[in-house]
Nanobody
Framework: QVQLVESGGGLVQPGGSLRLSCAAS????????MGWYRQAPGKQRELVAA???????NYADSVKGRFTISRDNAKNTVYLQMNGLKPEDTAVYYC?????????WGQGTQVTVSS
């Protein structure tokens, strides 16, 4: 059974930092591309960042230079380091893994950027 459990969200002031974690189980983690998505109220879910099994990363233009995705295969965990947070980064952040045609999601973690 695939499980993705996110943690690390919270309330932070503009310009602040947070690190999100996603612990995965039920998959051969080291072989999978992992992604972070976010969904703000009234908006569609969007890809924030992804990292392949080989460590290749890609980012949404809106977070390039501020966010960093990384993985620890020994811990079956993917991270999202978020620096220079802006109010428009406020959203629920979700971890994702795609197994063939099926996408699996965590429960999400709320990130709120506000003064």
């Amino acid at each position: 059974q695939v499980q993705l459990v996110e943690s690390g969200g919270g309330l932070v002031q503009p310009g602040g930092s947070l690190r999100l974690s996603c612990a995965a189980s039920g998959i051969r983690f080291s072989l999978r591309t992992m992604g972070w998505y976010r969904q703000a109220p009234g908006k569609q879910r969007e890809l924030v960042a992804a990292i392949t099994s080989g460590g290749t990363t890609n980012y949404a233009d809106s977070v390039k230079g501020r966010f960093t995705i990384s993985r620890d295969n020994a811990k079956n965990t993917v991270y999202l380091q978020m620096n220079g947070l802006k109010p428009e980064d406020t959203a629920v952040y979700y971890c994702n893994v795609q197994l063939g045609a099926v996408g699996y999601w965590g429960q999400g973690t709320q990130v709120t950027v506000s003064s």
